[in-house]
Every structure is written in structure tokens, then in C-alpha cells.
């Protein structure tokens, strides 16, 4: 092969890799909710039998919000059958795919995408005023379903050995000050919301009721 065609096919390396992210490829059936160094997430959203095209995906783990069943397509030609149940989590290893939703209802997920290499936190075996139960776990992360009691409250200046990305799993009043971030103090089912290692924060119920969220917490 000539030098001038391996410097063409180099340079069309960066285009054909980046042709096969899901978003760019594929923007009707997936949109990005948050983005930075650490994690991607992304908003996942089928109607019945409707279909993407081959993508890839890095290490994540998917937050369904709603049952479905889905068929993946693999390069080679092979097919896999997928149920799963709202309000889980599972562990996907970095993998090349065509989704196709089978039904009966619309696919409804958020796919919390995992960046560079493991930071080595230590994940919390318990939380004051929280109860929390493992959903999934993988060499990147820890996914918990956690309740948050009326009591609960991480005064200001809290900070974490670990990265958090915070799904809410219904409508609630907890409020959230991240430094250097706007607070919040509303959630609506499948906000999102980051806190990374080390910065500082303070979070308080303020519903007086119980509140719900899958918490993924990064290494």
C-alpha cells in the first residue's frame, strides 16, 4: 500500500470512530443529559418497533425507568433478547450493537456511560439517614436504590471519596447545593444530577416524606 493511501485511511480512523457513538450516529434515540470527564449520561427513549443503527457504547450501566424488551443486533450477525424491569440497574461491558424494541411498551432508560480508568474510591457500606440496597456492581462502580428519610441531611461542606451521578425515581423535594452549582431543590422521574469526588455539598429532605433515587457511585 502506498504512503499517501495508509496517511488517507489514518486520517478517516477518527471519523469512522467517532460515526459509531450512539449520539451521533443515532440522535433520535439518544440524547445527553450530562457530560463531563468522568461519565456520560444519556436519555434512552424507543418507541414500540422502532430500531437504531450499529453503535458502540464504552463500560456503563443502564437505569431502566420503564419495563421493555428489547433485540440486540451484534456485528456478526448474532441476536440477544433483552427484558428488563423498571426501576433496576444493570452492568453492560463496552459493546458494539443494533437495538430494536420489541414491546408492548416504549423503552424508557437512562445509560450512565463510564469515562478513562477506575479513580479508586471507596464505596460507603452505609449513609446517615439513608437507607441503601446494591443493584448492581462492576469493577467501575456501585449502583444502589437508595432511600432518602425525612430526617436526611449532609451538612454543608460534605464531600465524598467517590464520583455520584443522583437519578431521582419520582417527583420530590430534596434539596442539593453543589459548589459552584445552582442548588436544587425540585426533582421530577429521571432528573439527573453529578457530584464529584472531593467537592463540597450539603443535601437535605425537605419533603417530610421519604424520597427514591438509584445512586451510581464511581471508583
Known sequence: MKPSMIAVLLAAMPIAAAAQDAVTVDPAHYKVLLDNAVVRVLKVDYAVGEKSVMHAHPDAMLVPLAPGNARFTMPDGRTQDLEVKAETVAY????????????????????VEFKGKEGGGRMPSAR????????????????WRTTATPAFHEAAG???DYDQVVIALGASDVQVAVEGQPARTHWERGDVLFVGRGVKHESQNTGGKPVDFVIVGIK
Open 158 to 160: 460534605t464531600t465524598h
Open 128 to 143: 446517615p439517614g439513608m437507607t441503601q440496597t446494591v443493584l448492581a456492581e462492576c469493577p467501575r462502580a456501585t449502583a
Open 92 to 111: 453492560t461491558p463496552a459493546t458494539t450493537h443494533l437495538p430494536a424494541n420489541l414491546g408492548p411498551g416504549r423503552i424508557d432508560a437512562l445509560l
